[in-house]
């Protein structure tokens, strides 16, 4: 489970996917009514929960909500800038439970990283905030949110998070929604940076295995099939909002016929099993034959939605990234063009 915590956040990364329109600290969670979802979740079966944002280190309440996560059985990981962050609060967060930090980085330099965040100073606090995390024993992954501008740069993250002590790094590709849907020209990699950066992750998890686990997500518009987004929807993981929506992923807002329940007025296990945007994409008898009578469709599950709903006008459409998809050749020829684009100054996230 993904839990919002705020959408508050010193960062204004042009890539952020949370929405256009971000909810407001008065519509947040309460403390209370954060644990109460988090028991919710265990009960029904969750074990990962991901403490996100935003930033999350906004919230005055973060290590209690820490410690009401581990007292309800749940694995914890921060997903966090680090900006918010002491080594006092830190500390304070392994002993509430925190099992795992996930720290993110724009780039490879100061100048680079706090260019893309939009936050002076913001990549010292990130070298620090690693070291008391390692100095406070919790495991560390590094995320590197590559795109055009910082993909050549690649090598020198990886060194970076290796130098930081981390056990993992997720190397992600920018996903098209949200804040990146408006900066595509400036952030969309072209094709030879996605084969250049194919290669060099299969290269490194060779060189570097003992050292460091590299996960990868791959620029869609580039690829062959889509990905099984979310596992499949409705399958195996959910988001709650700031105000305590609930949603089968990140992005399904920007699905306008779908209707979401909030945990605040309905049970988390009810709206799971019954909820109407859960059960939307579900199965394969809303496909169109393309998919539904396809090999992959128990391994893509269709691929995204969103990204459907995006590139085509409709989320029950096929994936435009299938490269079976009729609307393929549009995709390509979009992604060229905002590929080879010189990149324009970014449109900042609202804070």
């Not at 406070?136 to 130098?163: F, R, S, Y």
């Amino acid at each position: 489970m993904l839990a919002e915590l705020t959408h508050r956040c010193p960062l204004a990364c042009p890539y952020c996917s949370n929405p256009l329109e971000l909810e407001s600290a008065k519509t947040e969670l309460s403390t209370a009514e954060w644990i109460d979802i988090f028991r919710q979740a265990s009960a029904m079966g969750v074990l990962h929960l991901h403490l996100s944002g935003g930033e999350p280190a906004s919230r005055r309440d973060l290590v209690d909500l820490t410690a009401g996560a581990a007292a309800a059985g749940l694995y914890t990981n921060l997903i966090t800038s680090g900006i918010g962050l002491t080594e006092a609060r830190i500390t304070a967060l392994a002993d509430a439970g925190l099992d795992h930090l996930q720290l993110s980085i724009q780039g490879a330099t100061p100048v680079l990283a706090d260019r893309v965040g939009g936050y002076k100073g913001g990549y010292q606090r990130k070298i620090a905030v690693a070291e008391w995390t390692h100095a406070a024993g919790i495991p560390l992954t590094v995320n590197a949110v590559c795109h055009k501008q910082n993909m050549d740069e690649l090598g020198d993250m990886l060194d970076l998070a290796v130098t930081l002590g981390a056990r993992r790094i997720e190397i992600a590709t920018v996903q098209f929604h949200g804040w990146a849907d408006k900066n595509r020209e400036a952030l969309m990699p072209t094709r030879e940076q996605f084969l250049k950066t194919n290669a060099f992750v299969e290269d490194s998890r060779k060189r570097l295995e003992g050292i460091i686990v590299i996960d990868y997500v791959g620029a869609d518009h580039h690829a062959t099939y889509p990905k099984a987004c979310m596992g499949g929807w409705g399958r195996t993981g959910l988001n709650v909002t700031p105000s305590g929506r609930v949603l089968p992923c990140h992005a399904a807002e920007t699905i306008p016929s779908l209707v979401f329940d909030n945990a605040r007025d309905r049970p988390l296990a009810d709206i799971w099993y019954n909820g109407s945007a859960f059960n939307a994409y579900r199965g394969d008898s809303w496909m169109p034959d393309l998919c539904r009578t396809c090999e992959r469709k128990e391994i893509d599950f269709g691929g995204c939605r969103c990204q459907a709903m995006a590139l085509a006008g409709d989320a029950a459409a096929t994936d435009p990234v299938c490269v079976r998809s009729p609307l393929r050749a549009l995709l390509i020829e979009q992604a060229e063009a905002d590929s080879r684009a010189a990149p324009p100054p970014f449109v900042y996230r609202g804070r």
